[in-house]
């Protein structure tokens, strides 16, 4: 979508409790999550203290001390386990989950305020460092645990007290006589209280969220303002720099992303809301040139994002080293960016990176069991670097949690009833009253998108189903049976209520090269649109349509300008990217190097044969072929030799068999080296 | 030389003012040297306060403050000037130095104390922190200078004046009662004394290089001791461990190269002239080591050492990023060590690793035009890495100045005459009797060192003559011609004063596959020992040997265990490593790769064609052929593409004409990219 054109979002997630996920890739990682993972972060959260930290009780000098982001762990476990709770209804967690909320409601101060640092070992540095001290971060996550509290059990307590913070924030914020012109160092409010409008019609909390991301980056700059009033000289800022949170310049005036990764994607995902919401071209514009900016220049093959160590976030356009940071938070802030920009002309680049991210170095983020979790996903390891149980910052256990108990709602989109968008409550006086859920299944009955028919996007292809009611009040149900990213054949079982006409928008993935299309059995050319082929027709129930995606093993090359993979390839197949890992090979993996004419074929195997756990993991595809390797024995007296001549599988290095495992499914065996980017020759 | 064998080093070198460098290649840069670098540093010396710091009237609240390490600016430059005057007599200079060195020895204190910013701006700071105050560096540069002064121009006041200063040292410290078990934190003063020694034959002096060494890293730590003498906390060291000045363990228990480059060199210098003066095995061995780990682990291509940018040192094993730290200071560290190793035994591979960064990470350190200066040598250069005038801490530029005036020493040896290395005056009482210095070319008449005849041997090929006189007392001359590096032909003519028996070693450099020799136009097969082909007979004035060295053009591949170079390739031909630089190209260097396959053809030209200017490069060769670079407008909206099947000059790529220059050339045109290792394919 070019600058100036019709931003008005035309499309919405179908969310996933209308969506099932029955295949053999995600749903028994679901299951772990429901079963192991969301206990073990409670169990973590308790035994850390966070969760006795909303008891208020801390006195000085006892330890732990509450942190002031340790809410916000707490709050994305609720939000993930609500998600599970709304589609897997458990006794024991909801009963964790009831516990839990009732501390954190029972912590909130009478005005609203709420953070347990803050309130008891901080209580005068209230709002004193938005800079630095995450208060509207920890918020913004409890709101969003209590918009999926609300919406997961029916519940109200949780966030009619959320409301009443964000009430809150608003009587203390602003632009108006009296109040801060403060926003936070760690965005994330700006996407919270936007879901939070979405879920009460409440319209106070889209301006709320448009206040936060006008005012970032202006000038006098607030945190300069802030420093000073502590007595604190601002350029002594432990960062150096504003563009550590995005708040160098205002949005717009942003043109490439900078500063902390995951930061920068929460930010870029709260304006992609609100250029839906308020149907605002230059905020839309800023995002696209943004996201532009991250996935055509600063992200890793894997979809993780972030190489600077240092402040966790983007360096200059393709420093890209291996050793990436990568963390697993900004990874999924990418796949929230991007399912936000796909919902505006369901053009498929951004669900191509939404499904790079995704398969890759999302999932990586969390081991097989469940229970270990990366912070960091860099592309090569000398064999050092392991999943852990906890950390210290823990943001990404729950964050990977919330993500993947509501998988679903990624998967599909259909038009906007346009009523929708614009649709709120008045919210009177001191009451609340929440009104329906905006949820596009059941509302706006009757009403068409303004200059499009009824259509069905598919994004990602995962066995289950998903049903809706499309904007002409169709109620549609898609069948889908595919083995994918096992196999590219997709087999979708189309059963509307009644026969309809609505177009079937059916993602063709980047990385695929060649498909092939039938409905009901007979071949058809549809056209491709935004990568995505379209099939409109008038649909009957029972209609099958076969998508054939090839899927070849592929060598990738980096952009040339990438330094560290000058000369190097990634394999690929389907959506998975490939690594080389200690465990299958004899000889060390950083001495192997891929010959442009060596055969790799994609391989189904038991995973248990080769050393991983039995579960969640059915099947695996790995690949195998043969490469070389420098033989050690040449190399004892040397660390500089002429190049044998050409063809050389002779001389210096020997021909050894390799195999190559998906990048997510990496350390789960004997710990050792790992390897991406293979270097050719 | 394996440990436990017999230590006694066996050669010395020839010394600079017995050789004569006529050749294009090394000639015309030393003529730059005399005639223009000395001068221009001679100014920075001036115009940056570093020599009238020594007039001693800096009063507080004066600027500059004269620095704690600028003493050793000034003494590497009257060391350089002094090797420049004695093969060179130039009254202008001659009376610059006279000028400095008399401000020298002016500002040296009664007790022999001598650094002006300790006597003038913190004058109750003398001797308190050896860690980090560079005393005993700076005395040992002034030593050296002191030295070098005395043996160019005959006159002893500076000499005298420094021997005076290591007097001073040896009363402060020692292991006697009373004394300080001190030692510097940047090596230089253990190397300076024994040329001290040497000069003087006052074998306290050796005593205190010996203590110096053997005190370092012992415990109680004295950094430790001394720190706490300050009041300060000895863990918060600024660079946070002693291995930072190779002080965290007794020199022989040190198991390999780390921390600061430049110090090591030093350091490993020090020991192994100690090895040799004091026949300790050990010593020796240790020396190895370290020179294993530096050669064999931690060196680039170039010759350049120390990747680590935040401590100017040494890394892990293999841990040789292009973008190398590779101080030009830490190469001539290298060579100072490298020379000091091959006298042992006269092995090629300390005379290979001497040549390598002589010919490249050495010289590319200043410009052609010899008046700026690279402090790093990277091997790679996004284009805004460039040569300075001058630097705040200026120690590389003279340190070149003084290895070039002194070139000549690095290329010959003769066998030691035993008695020579025991030799030298008893001292009595504070006088100072300076015997003859220990000039091999002079001394030891009619002695043979132990187990071997007389030999000549040649490290480096550079067209001119050397004279000397062999242990036995024959007067022989080389004269050699040559247009090495230029073509691997070396035409020498020996001319003994008398027909006389001696093995005349030839170095076979490790880079040389083939060689043949030929003695009077006759071929002869010469037997190689420990890379010296060695032609034993007794030679009469006329007599021709000329040898003849293979110096094709060369693929070099590192070690598999270096990350940055896993599928790249260097070219090197004959002593020269090669690089890409943009102004040859009109692809970016960046996104050039080479074939396998790709031929590339070693080419004289007029270096002015090129750009580069007419002084000191009569002629250059590039290499020249065709590779391939990725075509731009393919990857204008991708970070990630399928890579091109093999062969593949088609599709992403293009075919290019590439040029690569020697590396030492590099920067000397229009500012932009550099690359030294190409990715293959």
Known sequence: MSAGSQCFRRFSPIPFTHVSVEDEFWAPRLRVNRERTLFAQYEQCRKTGRIDAFKLDWKP???????????SDVAKWIEAASYSLATHPDEKLAALVDEVVSLVVGAQRPDGYLNAHFTVVEPDKRWTNLRD???????????????AHYQATGKRTFLEAMCRFADCIARVFGTEAGKKRGYCGHE???LAVVKLYRATGEKGYLELSRYFVEQR?????????????????PAKFWARDYFYCQAHAPVREQKEAAGHAVRAMYLYSAMADLAAELNDPSLLEACERLWESVCLRKMYVTGGVGSVRGYEGFGPDYDLANEAYAETCAAIGLVLFCQRMLQFDCDSRYADVMERALYNGVISGVSLDGERYFYENPLVSDGTHHRQEWFPCACCPSNLSRLLASLGTYAYSQPVAPGLLASGSVRGGAGLRVVPKADPVKGGAGRRSSDEGDA????????????????SGA?????????????GAVH???????????????????????????VNGEAVEAPVERGYACVKRTWHTGDVVELELDMPVERVKAHPNVQANRGRVALQRGPLVYCLEQADHSVPVRHITLPDDATLAAKKVEPQALGFPPDPLPALVVLEGEALAADPSVWQNALYRRACPPKGASGDRRRVPIRAVPYFAWDNRAPGEMVVWLPKG
């Open 133 to 147: 001290n995450h208060e509207l971060y920890t918020a913004g996550h409890l709101i969003e645990a209590a918009v």
């Open 61 to 71: 000098g006892m330890e732990p001390v509450p942190h002031m982001f340790w809410d």
């Open 492 to 518: 979708i079982t189309v059963a509307p209520a009644r026969p309809c006409e609505f177009e079937l928008r059916l993602r063709i993935p980047g990385w695929c090269r060649k498909h092939s299309l039938a």
């Open 188 to 190: 994330e409010i700006e």
């Open 456 to 471: 069905f996007g598919v994004h990602l292809y995962i066995a289950g189903r998903a049903d809706t009611t499309l904007p």
């Open 217 to 233: 980056g202006r000038q006098p700059h607030y945190f300069d303002l802030e420093a000073r009033e502590r007595g604190e000289d």
């Open 475 to 487: 109620a549609v149900t898609l069948r889908v049976e595919t083995r994918y990213p096992e196999e």
